[in-house]
């Protein structure tokens, strides 16, 4: 029993860990890097009007869409017992995210000041750069944070 209990917290804690590296995946890759398509358009249409509620939330079929993907690719790979609690975890951390992103953009005394911070950069002079919502965990992990993808690091003279 105890055993099992074990297995879903830390299911539940790595899936929600996963939903983070997602949620840069999708929005570094799909959202910005790949050319404009039906995927990115009303992401980038947040980006050029702030003040419209477009993309804040994301659209209930592409959660669900998202969800139901993983969801089924989890149970495939590990079967229920880690598959669950993994996907419960999973949709915690990106109901989170929305939740986050609503509030950074509408009303941002909910959130840290740095999470806002952080966020409201990528719109303002970082678009190609600090991607995280919920975290910035990836962005130091890929480099990501203090600089577009490509530039040249300045090196001492």
């Known amino acids: 029993m105890i055993d099992r209990l074990v297995l879903s917290v830390v299911a539940f804690g790595l899936g929600w860990a996963y939903w983070t590296l997602v949620e840069y995946w999708i929005h570094r890759w799909l959202l910005h890097a790949l050319p404009r398509g039906f ?3 009303p ?7 702030l003040a419209s509620r477009l993309g804040t939330p994301a659209p209930a ?8 993907l993983h969801y089924f690719a989890m149970r495939a790979l590990w079967g229920d017992d880690f598959a669950i609690p993994h996907f419960a975890g999973f949709v915690t951390g990106g109901m989170a ?26 719109h303002h002079g970082y ?4 991607f995280g919502v919920t975290t910035e965990l990836w962005d130091r992990v890929f ?7 490509g530039e040249q690091r300045e090196t001492a003279g």
């Not at 986050?100 to 941002?108: E, G, S």
């Not at 678009?127 to 600090?130: C, E, G, T, V, Y």
């Open 61 to 68: 079929w592409v959660l669900g869409l998202n969800f139901a």
């Open 43 to 49: 992401h980038l249409r947040h980006h050029r009007r």
């Open 97 to 122: 995210h929305e939740w986050i992103h609503y509030a950074i953009h509408w009303h941002p005394r909910w959130v840290p000041a740095r999470n806002v911070a952080f966020h409201l950069s990528h």
């Open 39 to 41: 995927w990115n358009r």
């Open 127 to 130: 678009s190609r750069a600090r």
């Open 143 to 149: 480099d990501t944070v203090g600089r577009p993808p």
